[in-house]
């Protein structure tokens, strides 16, 4: 290691939390001034603007933050400005919503996740189910994902690096780097929110899963896919005759523009539910409501992040 840098590596290594706090400030108001930028302004930014002080971060080797969470730790893309800025500023991320999701999960549970990206729920409910099998389709998600999995020393996780479809296939990816987490297969409308953060496009494996997962059975179904559920329900639909809990995101702007389908056409591919909670809306309602419900949110333009269905 460069001796400078040995240097301040023991110099912050011999501070404490409000001297280190200090430390940094420190360096960074000489870096602002090195580059002639306005302190005042640049903080009233926050988080949204990262900031690789000269000699400690080489963007070439720095592909993620550490951020230490009450629910767990996890390695965070330093660019993420959704999920990665709540870590890194808050740290934490959907407290609530992960409050909600263990009324369905128990210490019994088979949990199947579609969507995992870098683990934030996956790893939290996975302390409740019996065992979990975490799909995620964006395969820089997927290795942090991994990573994060070693970190909090999760035994009863399995994760996947494909898509989930109604076929296999190799399918167009976006990965955006803004909201990793809004990463998501080639809108079939190419709208500007989308696209807004210039996201590389590539291939990645589809696969049915009912063809992944021929034996298994999961009792509950959680699944975030960025408009890519009604493909991943339709090749899923063994796994859904034995699942008694389908938890999902449901975004009309992702039916329109993603998959390009009605709500009609969501609805088939969700046989033998009988009850959906809409817990926005605080909604609970029979099979016979569900198309008039959805359709009024379609209309409306109105979502719901954990869409339940009930057998």
Same mark, same amino acid.
């Given at each position: 290691?460069?001796?400078?840098? @040995?240097? *301040?590596?023991?110099?912050?290594?011999?501070?404490?939390?409000?001297?280190? @706090?200090?430390?940094?400030?420190?360096?960074?108001?000489?870096?602002?001034?090195?580059?002639?930028?306005?302190?005042?302004?640049?903080?009233?930014? =926050?988080?949204?603007?990262?900031?690789?002080?000269?000699?400690?971060?080489?963007?070439?080797?720095?592909?993620?933050?550490?951020?230490?969470?009450?629910? =767990?730790?996890?390695? *965070?893309?330093?660019?993420?400005?959704?999920?990665?800025?709540?870590?890194?500023?808050?740290?934490?991320?959907?407290?609530?919503?992960?409050?909600?999701?263990?009324?369905?999960?128990?210490? @019994?549970?088979?949990?199947?996740? /579609?969507?995992?990206?870098?683990?934030?729920?996956?790893?939290?409910?996975?302390?409740?189910?019996?065992? /979990?099998?975490?799909?995620?389709?964006?395969?820089?998600?997927?290795?942090?994902?991994?990573?994060?999995?070693?970190?909090?020393?999760?035994?009863?996780?399995?994760?996947?690096?494909?898509?989930? &479809?109604?076929?296999?296939?190799? #399918?167009?990816?976006?990965? &955006?780097?803004?909201?990793? =987490?809004?990463?998501?297969?080639?809108?079939?409308?190419?709208?500007?929110?989308?696209?807004?953060?210039?996201?590389?496009?590539?291939?990645?494996?589809?696969?049915?899963?009912?063809?992944?997962?021929?034996?298994?059975?999961?009792?509950?179904?959680?699944?975030?896919? %960025?408009?890519?559920?009604?493909?991943?329900?339709?090749?899923?639909?063994?796994?859904?005759?034995?699942?008694?809990?389908?938890? /999902?995101?449901?975004?009309?702007?992702?039916?329109?523009?993603?998959?390009?389908?009605?709500?009609?056409?969501?609805?088939? /591919? #969700?046989?033998?539910?009988?009850?959906?909670?809409?817990?926005?809306?605080?909604?609970?309602?029979?099979?016979?409501?569900?198309?008039?419900?959805?359709?009024?949110?379609?209309?409306?333009?109105?979502?719901? %992040?954990?869409?339940?269905?009930?057998?």
């Amino acid at each position: 290691m460069n001796k400078s840098l @040995e240097k *301040v590596r023991q110099k912050i290594l011999s501070l404490n939390e409000r001297e280190r @706090e200090i430390f940094f400030s420190q360096m960074r108001d000489e870096f602002f001034k090195e580059e002639n930028i306005d302190t005042n302004k640049a903080l009233k930014q =926050g988080s949204n603007m990262v900031i690789n002080f000269p000699n400690l971060i080489n963007e070439k080797f720095t592909k993620a933050l550490l951020v230490e969470t009450g629910n =767990g730790n996890y390695l *965070v893309q330093p660019e993420d400005n959704c999920i990665g800025l709540n870590l890194r500023k808050y740290g934490e991320n959907a407290i609530e919503q992960i409050e909600y999701l263990a009324n369905f999960i128990s210490s @019994e549970t088979k949990l199947l996740i /579609v969507g995992a990206h870098i683990g934030t729920l996956t790893i939290p409910l996975s302390r409740i189910a019996k065992l /979990v099998f975490a799909v995620e389709a964006n395969p820089i998600s997927y290795k942090l994902l991994k990573y994060n999995l070693a970190i909090n020393n999760t035994k009863n996780c399995k994760a996947f690096n494909f898509a989930a &479809n109604d076929k296999p296939t190799e #399918l167009e990816f976006l990965l &955006n780097t803004q909201n990793s =987490g809004g990463s998501k297969r080639k809108p079939i409308i190419q709208d500007h929110m989308y696209y807004y953060d210039n996201p590389e496009q590539i291939s990645v494996p589809a696969f049915r899963l009912d063809d992944v997962f021929k034996n298994k059975k999961f009792n509950v179904v959680l699944m975030d896919i %960025e408009g890519s559920e009604y493909f991943a329900l339709k090749g899923m639909q063994r796994i859904l005759s034995s699942a008694t809990v389908l938890i /999902v995101e449901f975004l009309p702007h992702h039916l329109r523009n993603v998959s390009g389908i009605s709500v009609d056409t969501f609805l088939k /591919v #969700l046989p033998g539910f009988k009850i959906m909670i809409v817990p926005s809306l605080r909604i609970r309602a029979k099979r016979k409501k569900f198309s008039k419900i959805l359709t009024y949110m379609f209309d409306n333009n109105i979502g719901d %992040e954990n869409l339940i269905f009930i057998k």
